[in-house]
């Protein structure tokens, strides 16, 4: 690759991504037919759009681990910024710095999906193989993008297309139409992409791009979101089926390069830090006298059943006030300018609680068992041979996603939306986090909290967008 691909890619990109992508009309600073006039070049594109995903914190950056963990029940910050107590409290508004920068860096990196997609449709010098893998690419990544939108926000617009007078019409749709789009490009995805992609400098063989299996375990979560267990399951088995991932043999590998359960990483480009989570989480006595800027709440903590590995390799002992507190440790390297670790976006861990869960729901409890154990094992945990009913097997799937998932990707608050109410099984509208938070030390809690604001100067911009509930 050349340098002046590489300027032409960054050019490109920074021609077609706007801050406020929604409401601001794109700028041309470079024909993109060079950019996308053979393989080499938009293979190039592609590696840009990666770049962009973690130039800066964001929804593909750190912020679901922080944001969503605080949001949740996991996350207490001790040395709070000014984003985090909004957060930490449930107390959003529709001018919250971290709000707009999730929904505005997220649209940003959809137009340059399009883009892409576009612009690969149109390209004569690439082969029917590099326009193929390219465009399943930029598919997963726009689907992994409103994959989070539609669970942080419900209803979004659904943008398929970079043409800015048609971006300016847009209004929310149904979750179930965005589903709909995130299923066929994820299955696109599946069918279009490598395996595996070459060795890297730096990174080597670690999965840095998405790939047929990065698909396959997306596609699988958002059957499970669905309730299509099935179709969970069947992702799953060809994930795990593959041979080609495997747990790491102790959790202290688990979130190192080196790690054999990594199917899809980002990473870094930052020269400041490796990970937005180690730079966010690692507490380091010797620079942090006050302590760590976060810790586990007491509620996480109480959760881990003693002996497991799990907590012993993932959370750190500091004393603040004397009071033992524990600080999220999955990652070790707080900053520096060499590449150690990567951001894992998936791994075969979660894949092994998909199924379980999708088995559980399925009322197959001996292989949903089997699969708990698989994880549980690792920790070194005794297996759960029998659990009494599906109430039961269900309570046991979010004990070890609660446990195994912690300060990842805002997979606890996640779940706490999606999963029904044990407390108001009658109310369908209920779910989890109404049990959970309504309680929680220092929560603020309403049912209509569990969606986020949409950006007031979004709707001011683009009235048709309406607000969520209980944010007018």
């Given amino acids: 690759m050349t340098k002046q691909l590489i300027y032409y890619s960054l050019l490109f990109l920074l021609a077609t991504?706007?801050?406020?992508?929604?409401?601001?009309?794109?700028?041309?600073?470079?024909?993109?037919?060079?950019?996308?006039?053979?393989?080499?070049?938009?293979?190039?594109?592609?590696?840009?759009?990666?770049?962009?995903?973690?130039?800066?914190?964001?929804?593909?950056?750190?912020?679901?681990?922080?944001?969503?963990?605080?949001?949740?029940?996991?996350?207490?910050?001790?040395?709070?910024?000014?984003?985090?107590l909004p957060f930490f409290h449930n107390e959003l508004s529709a001018d919250e710095r971290v709000v707009r920068g999730v929904w505005s860096t997220a649209y940003n990196q959809i137009n340059h999906a399009n883009q892409t997609?576009?612009?690969?449709?149109?390209?004569?010098?690439?082969?029917?193989?590099?326009?193929?893998?390219?465009?399943?690419?930029?598919?997963?990544?726009?689907?992994?993008?409103?994959?989070?939108?539609?669970?942080?926000?419900?209803?979004?617009?659904?943008?398929?297309?970079?043409?800015?007078?048609?971006?300016?019409?847009?209004?929310?749709?149904?979750?179930?139409?965005?589903?709909?789009?995130?299923?066929?490009?994820?299955?696109?995805?599946?069918?279009?992409?490598?395996?595996?992609?070459?060795?890297?400098?730096?990174?080597?063989?670690?999965?840095?791009?998405?790939?047929?299996?990065?698909?396959?375990?997306?596609l699988a979560r958002v059957h499970l979101y669905r309730g299509n267990w099935q179709q969970a399951i069947q992702q799953?088995?060809?994930?795990?089926?593959?041979?080609?991932?495997?747990?790491?043999?102790?959790?202290?590998?688990?979130?190192?390069?080196?790690?054999?359960?990594?199917?899809?990483?980002?990473?870094?480009?930052?020269?400041?830090?490796?990970?937005?989570?180690?730079?966010?989480?690692?507490?380091?006595?010797?620079?942090?006298p006050d302590g760590p800027a976060y810790v586990l709440t007491d509620s996480l903590v109480k959760a881990f059943e003693p002996a497991d590995k799990r907590f012993i390799a993932w959370a750190k002992p500091a004393m603040v006030e004397n009071k033992r507190v524990y600080a999220p440790d999955k990652y070790e390297v707080y900053d520096g300018e060499q590449l150690i670790e990567v951001s894992l976006v998936v791994r075969l861990a979660e894949v092994y609680l998909i199924r379980a869960e999708a088995y559980a729901q399925a009322d197959n409890a001996p292989l949903a068992l089997a699969d708990l154990n698989t994880i549980r094992q690792r920790a070194a945990l005794p297996a759960l041979n029998t659990v009494e009913g599906k109430p039961a097997l269900l309570r046991a799937v979010e004990q070890e996603r609660r446990i195994e998932l912690f300060g990842e990707w805002g997979h606890r608050w996640l779940d706490l939306c999606r999963w029904p109410s044990q407390l108001y099984p009658s109310n369908p509208g209920r779910s989890r986090a109404d049990d959970i938070l309504g309680n929680f030390p220092g929560k603020i809690w309403a049912p209509w909290k569990k969606r986020w604001p949409i950006p007031a100067d979004e709707i001011a911009k683009l009235p048709a967008l309406a607000q969520n509930e209980g944010y007018d």
């Fill in 17 to 84: 991504g706007c801050k406020k992508f929604v409401t601001t009309e794109p700028t041309t600073a470079v024909d993109a037919d060079v950019i996308f006039s053979g393989d080499e070049p938009a293979n190039v594109a592609l590696i840009g759009l990666y770049a962009k995903m973690v130039q800066e914190f964001g929804l593909m950056n750190g912020y679901p681990s922080l944001y969503g963990g605080q949001y949740a029940d996991e996350l207490q910050p001790l040395l709070p910024q000014s984003s985090d």
């Fill in 117 to 218: 997609i576009e612009k690969i449709a149109q390209s004569e010098g690439m082969t029917e193989k590099g326009r193929r893998q390219l465009t399943a690419e930029a598919k997963f990544i726009r689907g992994i993008y409103y994959f989070y939108l539609i669970n942080l926000f419900g209803e979004v617009p659904l943008i398929l297309t970079s043409r800015y007078q048609e971006t300016q019409q847009v209004k929310r749709v149904p979750i179930t139409q965005v589903y709909q789009q995130i299923e066929q490009d994820l299955q696109e995805a599946v069918a279009g992409l490598p395996e595996a992609w070459p060795v890297y400098p730096i990174t080597g063989a670690v999965p840095i791009r998405a790939t047929k299996y990065a698909a396959m375990t997306l």
């Fill in 236 to 288: 799953c088995d060809a994930v795990i089926d593959a041979k080609k991932f495997k747990l790491a043999t102790d959790p202290n590998e688990a979130f190192r390069m080196s790690s054999p359960e990594i199917i899809f990483a980002l990473q870094p480009t930052s020269e400041e830090y490796n990970t937005a989570e180690g730079h966010f989480f690692v507490y380091q006595p010797a620079i942090m």
